[in-house]
């Protein structure tokens, strides 16, 4: 299938992103708070398919939004994006709103996929890309043993096999863990499978 990918933050995980996305065939957009002059270096370093565009543009022409702004940010992009409908939505996000003290954001009981999707009501979400440190995410995958996972969670089964036909291109092996309710609690932060990572073996 084919897309335009946007990807909306430039930080520690935009930037990661950006690296992997740059590769596949996608045009890929990035943008952030400062405007696309401010992403003129990162753009040059990375290169291929990645362009800078601001804010409203990127959001209007891309098909599928990787969201990697911190996590009391996440309503302000929501609200742009609400005036489309049928994206993809590929929460990068965990709901750290606090490192010292380390604190987290109430979900009122939810994992964070799926508070997330109620901020998100006419597109369709997929949790992805939030277990591993930014650090590791920025390595080059595959590497010699195999393929880093990527793992994901939502309740929409065919966005999910398209984020992971994206991840693949990425680079990246995808597991699907399950709905919002059965992945999200392991792959938010104290969950069993945040900040592990997996290499799926060559064979
Ligand atoms: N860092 C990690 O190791 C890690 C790991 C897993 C998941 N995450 C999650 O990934 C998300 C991003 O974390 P990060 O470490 O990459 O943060 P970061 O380095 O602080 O980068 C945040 C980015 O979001 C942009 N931004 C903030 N508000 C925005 C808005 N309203 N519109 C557009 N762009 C906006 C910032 O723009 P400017 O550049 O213009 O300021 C910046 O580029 C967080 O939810 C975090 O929990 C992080």
């Known amino acids: 299938m084919s897309y335009t990918i946007g990807i909306i933050g430039s930080g520690h995980i935009g930037h990661g992103l950006a690296t992997h996305l740059a590769k596949t065939t996608y045009p890929v957009l990035i943008t952030n708070s400062r405007g696309p002059a401010s992403l003129a270096d990162l753009v040059a370093s990375i290169g291929g398919s990645l362009t800078a565009a601001d804010f ?31 994206k993809i939505i590929v929460d990068a996000s965990n709901n750290i709103v606090s490192v010292s003290p380390f604190r987290l954001a109430d979900t009122a009981g939810k994992p964070t996929g799926e508070y997330v999707a109620g901020l998100f009501p006419a597109q369709r979400v997929v949790k992805a890309f939030n277990t591993l440190p930014a650090a590791t995410l920025a390595q080059p995958s595959p590497t010699s043993i195999g393929h880093s996972v990527i793992i994901m969670s939502g309740d929409d089964a065919d966005a999910k096999k398209e984020i992971a036909d994206i ?3 990425m680079g990246f092996e995808p597991i699907d863990i399950g709905t919002f309710r059965q992945g999200g609690p392991l792959q938010d932060i104290g969950g069993a499978l945040s900040g592990i990572e997996l290499i799926r073996v060559k064979r």
């Open 56 to 86: 409203n543009q990127t959001i209007a022409q891309s098909d599928v939004l990787f969201i990697a702004v911190p996590w009391a940010q996440i309503p302000d992009v929501a609200r742009e994006v609400q005036k489309y409908s049928g």
């Open 167 to 169: 991840t693949r291109a």
